[in-house]
């Protein structure tokens, strides 16, 4: 079966203090992996995707990684305004786009 | 910068009433998708739609659902008798066809079946 696994379910970081989360996948056929963002109440925001194992993506303080079984979502020198659920997500051949999503890392950085 | 947008944000129903749920997706977006998040749950898949059909459905999805594209812009999820399980958040989704297939998420509705 299809399965999304992310690590640790919540995280409390002081604001500078680097982490990372992670996401252990076991699907078959891999098209993509997704990072999203999501706020209390809102939708998903996109963050990466990644596609091939070895592949890096990074957007200001977030770098995503990927390998064949699981992907981290490192955060340098957080801020409090990065405090969030961070979702990932899979996407598997021929399913029509469906992507099936992990539980969440609910992100809380204090000043 | 485009965006997919949902209306209404909330909305309660009676037990067995009908519900539509209304999305606007991303312009030259081809590919669709509605995903509900009961509270405190993961993200689930409903369905995918293009071309003018489902191309895949999750086992939630049954035939209490149905799902429209009546027009070039609207993208609708109908739930035809509403359960009180069926109370959650409900997103909508939208992909281009490219090589980037990422999928750009609505605000969201929140259902409330009472």
């Known amino acids: 079966e299809d399965q999304v696994t992310q690590s640790p379910e919540a995280l409390r970081l002081q604001e500078g203090e680097s982490s990372s989360l992670n996401c252990s996948y076991t699907?078959?056929?891999?098209?993509?992996l997704f990072w999203y963002r999501q706020d209390p109440g809102k939708g998903p925001e996109f963050l990466f995707t990644?596609?091939?194992a070895g592949e890096e993506k990074e957007k200001e303080r977030l770098k995503a990684t990927l390998t064949k079984k699981e992907s981290f979502l490192h955060i340098t020198a957080p801020k409090p305004e990065d405090s969030a659920t961070y979702l990932c997500?899979?996407?598997?051949?021929?399913?029509?786009?469906?992507?099936?999503f992990g539980q969440g890392t609910e992100l809380s950085v204090k000043p | 910068e485009p965006e997919v947008t949902q209306t209404p944000s909330h909305q309660v129903t009676q037990m067995g009433q009908e519900v539509i749920l209304r999305c606007v997706p991303i312009?030259?977006?081809?590919?669709f998708y509605w995903y509900r998040q009961i509270l405190g749950q993961k993200v689930e898949f409903l369905v995918s739609f293009y071309n003018n059909e489902i191309s895949e459905k999750s086992e939630i999805f049954d035939d209490q659902f149905s799902v429209e594209r009546p027009d070039g812009s609207n993208f609708t999820l109908k739930i035809r008798s509403t359960k009180l399980e069926d109370s959650a958040m409900y997103f909508c989704?939208?992909?281009?066809?490219?090589?980037?297939?990422?999928?750009?998420f609505g605000q969201g509705t929140r259902l409330t079946v009472v």
């Open positions: 699907v078959s056929g891999l098209r993509g």
């Open positions: 312009s030259n977006h081809l590919y």
């Open positions: 989704a939208s992909s281009d066809p490219g090589q980037n297939t990422e999928a750009f």
């Open positions: 997500a899979v996407e598997i051949y021929n399913q029509g786009g469906k992507l099936i």
């Open positions: 990644l596609y091939s």
